[in-house]
């Protein structure tokens, strides 16, 4: 896989069977000859990083120290580090929402959410010989948390399946019409329970299988016109907004260049 950084070795492992419902994780080893750094950049999915190696990390000038939990709001922000070992967990917000409670755009600790069960599972994993047993031990540890955690309104589940489907070009006011509900409930329950609201919610849906599209090769003005966008400059303000950057850098992002490796199975059904 292409990195900007031709020094870094990436290790890349994928559980042997597929974990619970809209649970998607991988395992990760980073290390270069200097210090690693990367842009970490919103997907449509919570994203949750235990990182077992003891290794602090910095993000925006502060250093952390174990896991993290981003929900679908979140700005890029920049990641430096020395080496990374963790296991990356791609939560449905659906999902999200019974493990982890309200997460809005806010980049936290898990101990914060978790408390002293966050750093026990981190020590287990860290004492794991192997990758099999380190994903056995999350899907445990999420398993019982989403038994007991909150469920989603039902309304809200299949308008988010409705915006994954159509790539974010769905219309949320018909959404809210066919649900019964009105505009305005959609907009306040989905928020809550999703972490960010339809409108926005789809916005990010359609950048992702956009900026996934040009990383391919296909060309922007196809993309552009295939995904709903007035034009290609519009496509590009989206991509600069969710990434920082420009969609020509976008593409040689390490965390984008990776997915078909990490995710090959939400990246086929989600961006065909």
């Given at each position: 896989?292409?990195?900007?950084?031709?020094?870094?070795?990436?290790?890349?492992?994928?559980?042997s069977?597929?974990?619970?419902?809209?649970?998607?994780?991988?395992?990760?080893?980073?290390?270069?000859?200097?210090?690693?750094?990367?842009?970490?950049?919103p997907?449509?999915?919570?994203?949750?990083a235990?990182?077992?190696?003891?290794r602090p990390?910095?993000?925006?000038g502060?250093t952390?120290?174990?896991?993290?939990?981003?929900?679908?709001?979140?700005?890029?922000?920049?990641?430096?580090?020395?080496?990374?070992?963790?296991?990356q967990i791609?939560?449905?917000?659906i999902?999200?929402?019974?493990?982890?409670?309200?997460?809005?755009?806010n980049v936290?600790?898990?101990?914060?959410?978790?408390?002293?069960?966050a750093?026990?599972?981190?020590?287990?994993?860290?004492?794991a010989?192997t990758?099999?047993q380190?994903?056995?031990?999350?899907?445990?540890e999420?398993?019982?948390?989403?038994?007991?955690g909150r469920?989603?309104?039902?309304?809200?589940?299949?308008?988010?399946?409705?915006i994954?489907?159509?790539h974010?070009?769905?219309?949320?006011?018909?959404?809210?019409a066919r649900?019964?509900?009105?505009?305005?409930?959609?907009?306040s329950?989905?928020?809550a329970?999703?972490?960010?609201?339809?409108?926005?919610?789809?916005?990010?849906?359609?950048?992702?299988?956009?900026?996934h599209?040009?990383?391919?090769?296909?060309?922007?003005?196809r993309?552009?016109?295939?995904g709903?966008?007035?034009d290609?400059?519009h496509?590009?303000?989206?991509?600069?907004?969710?990434?920082?950057?420009?969609p020509?850098?976008?593409?040689?992002?390490?965390?984008?260049?990776?997915?078909?490796?990490?995710w090959?199975?939400?990246?086929?059904?989600?961006?065909s």
């Amino acid at each position: 896989m292409r990195t900007a950084d031709p020094t870094a070795s990436w290790q890349i492992t994928r559980p042997s069977r597929p974990t619970l419902p809209g649970v998607d994780m991988a395992g990760f080893r980073i290390h270069g000859d200097r210090a690693i750094e990367l842009r970490a950049i919103p997907h449509p999915a919570v994203t949750v990083a235990i990182e077992f190696g003891d290794r602090p990390f910095d993000i925006h000038g502060r250093t952390w120290s174990g896991s993290v939990a981003a929900g679908l709001a979140f700005d890029p922000f920049q990641v430096r580090a020395e080496g990374i070992e963790c296991v990356q967990i791609r939560l449905s917000p659906i999902t999200a929402h019974a493990v982890l409670g309200e997460l809005r755009g806010n980049v936290v600790t898990l101990d914060d959410l978790w408390g002293r069960d966050a750093t026990r599972l981190r020590e287990r994993l860290h004492h794991a010989r192997t990758w099999p047993q380190r994903f056995a031990l999350i899907d445990a540890e999420l398993s019982h948390r989403l038994n007991a955690g909150r469920t989603v309104d039902p309304e809200v589940a299949w308008a988010w399946r409705q915006i994954l489907a159509g790539h974010g070009t769905a219309r949320i006011g018909d959404l809210a019409a066919r649900t019964g509900w009105s505009r305005q409930r959609m907009w306040s329950r989905f928020a809550a329970q999703i972490g960010l609201t339809p409108k926005r919610a789809a916005m990010l849906v359609r950048f992702d299988h956009a900026v996934h599209r040009l990383i391919r090769g296909h060309a922007p003005a196809r993309v552009a016109a295939d995904g709903g966008y007035a034009d290609q400059s519009h496509l590009h303000h989206d991509v600069r907004a969710f990434t920082g950057t420009t969609p020509t850098a976008a593409a040689n992002e390490p965390w984008l260049a990776a997915d078909t490796t990490a995710w090959p199975t939400s990246f086929t059904a989600a961006r065909s």
